[in-house]
């Protein structure tokens, strides 16, 4: 039912056309628990509060969380940007990225994220990973050396975007 309802939004999305589902219940992930959040552009419909989402992804705005108040009217719900640039689908389909070229843009954009939180100005760097693309043999190994690089600096932080979410809620409440 899900597959069906995201291929025909981005068929039907073109013509104006917004298409919803409701699902009786979540699905457990490839992580082992049930989802957290969603990240389609048609996130807009569908009511995240009642389903228990605890954020957001689907905001291309940045490299720092924040609230977003329109998102659940009334109820603000931890936004989670999501960077395209970096996401491992650019090894997928028009390849902009081969494995080098993406772990070397990986490395590059930390790098520069790490520099400007030292100076003051803390951000997040967001890694869109997925098992078929990053898991296969020929670009699992980008991933490995970008993990080794980043694990290097004491002051960075390997988190899920759930986390992040969480820890938002810590530092600034809601």
Known sequence: MV????ASAIELGTHGITVN?????????ALGHEPVSL?????????????????????FSG????????TVPGKPL????????????????DQAFGPE??????????????????????????????LRIIGRA????A??????HVRQHDDAWIATRHQIAQALAAVDPA
């Open 39 to 59: 990240g389609y552009r048609w996130v807009h419909q569908f009511r995240m509060d009642e389903a228990g989402f605890a954020y957001h992804m689907d905001a």
């Open 143 to 148: 991933l490995e050396q970008c993990l080794a």
């Open 78 to 93: 931890a936004i989670v940007p999501h960077q395209v640039d970096s996401n491992d689908m650019k090894m997928w389909t």
């Open 21 to 29: 589902a409701v699902c009786p219940n979540h699905v457990t992930t």
């Open 3 to 6: 597959g069906l309802t995201q």
């Open 101 to 130: 070229q993406w772990l070397a843009h990986a490395l590059r954009s930390f790098d520069q994220v790490l520099r400007e939180g030292r100076e003051g100005n803390p951000k997040m760097m967001s890694l869109g990973l997925h």
């Open 138 to 141: 020929g670009r699992i190994g």
């Open 63 to 70: 490299d720092v969380s924040f609230w977003g108040c329109d």
